[in-house]
């Protein structure tokens, strides 16, 4: 464990202060905020599976590619994946890229899904199948909703290029990695609805979400002792949520946002800036900081004014 027992209360204290201050206000900054466009919940359910699905690479780029996918599947994007047919898919995404991905992949991602929808009637009521209350975390059950999930697939990926799409927008979490995004998604509907999170499905419980650990989320968790591993995988993701479950062991993982902000938005970059330091709301937190010379922090925020 990193994170010594003394430090717990100040990281908690600037914690809170940081989730106040990134909060809704910030959702254009976050494909989660295409998923609050809608009104049903059904609708808001598979805008925010898309989103959290294609949230890899740069921020803007990852809202225009979930944007033009919406615009295709149109006001009720639920019920036009209920109604996909596999020789239409490929035809409604012509022409989308995100990244590597291309339409073929998102075609069958969608038919999926879509399946999936008409058998159980949401994606919740999937889930729930290998849900298990009992379990520390959700892992286990997010091993067997992507299982089953791949399961409505209704042909074997055309190519290897597009079966590396296809494992990609559903990728393994029993190979060890973190799967960002699929836990991403998680937060988004196990998290009661507070103006980010979504709050649509009643059955997990928030204690059992790990962090969608990214590379924001790892370098920040270092500097502030959640973890000190070198590797963002799996075993990284849960350092840092145990470590978060001493501060709230009920909710670990309701700063996900805010740090994550922080290191999107650039007020903490990868690259250490001085200057930005000495206005860091985590300040008094991070290793960084309470590393440097006396001589450097008092020049750096005389330099702030």
Excluded at 101 to 124: H, K, N
Excluded at 167 to 196: I, N, Q, T
Excluded at 216 to 231: C, V
Aim: net charge positive; with cysteine; aromatic share 6%.
């Amino acid at each position: 464990m990193a994170l010594r027992a003394g430090d717990v209360p100040l990281l908690k204290e600037k914690l809170d202060a940081l989730a106040r201050t990134y909060h809704d206000a910030y959702l254009a900054t976050d494909p989660l905020g295409i998923a609050h466009a809608y009104r049903g919940a059904r609708d808001r359910e598979v805008a925010a599976f898309l989103s959290a699905s294609l949230a890899f690479g740069n921020a803007a780029a990852i809202r225009m590619s979930v944007k033009r996918i919406m615009e295709r599947l149109g006001p009720r994007p639920a019920a036009a994946l209920r109604r996909i047919k596999p020789e239409e898919s490929v035809r409604l995404f012509e022409g989308l890229y995100h990244r590597w991905v291309g339409p073929e992949a998102i075609g069958l991602f969608a038919q999926a899904t879509g399946a999936a929808l008409r058998s159980e009637g949401s994606l919740e009521a999937l889930f729930l199948k290998g849900y298990r209350a009992e379990e520390e975390t959700l892992h286990g059950a997010l091993i067997r909703f992507r299982n089953r999930l791949l399961g409505f697939l209704p042909v074997a990926p055309a190519n290897a290029k597009v079966g590396r799409g296809i494992s990609y927008l559903l990728p393994d979490p029993a190979s060890g990695s973190a799967c960002k995004r699929l836990h991403l998604f998680l937060r988004w509907m196990v998290r009661p609805e507070d103006g980010l999170d979504l709050g649509l499905w009643k059955g997990p419980k928030t204690h059992q979400l790990i962090i969608p650990l990214d590379t924001h989320i790892a370098r920040i968790g270092r500097l502030l002792g959640l973890t000190d591993r070198k590797t963002p995988d799996l075993k990284m993701a849960l350092d840092i949520t145990r470590n978060l479950k001493r501060i709230d062991p009920d909710d670990p993982v309701r700063y996900d946002f805010a740090i994550s902000r922080m290191g999107i938005l650039k007020h903490c970059p990868s690259k250490r800036n001085v200057k930005l330091c000495a206005g860091c709301p985590l300040q008094d937190a991070c290793r960084y900081w309470r590393r440097l010379p006396r001589r450097r922090k008092d020049a750096a925020l005389q330099a702030r004014g």
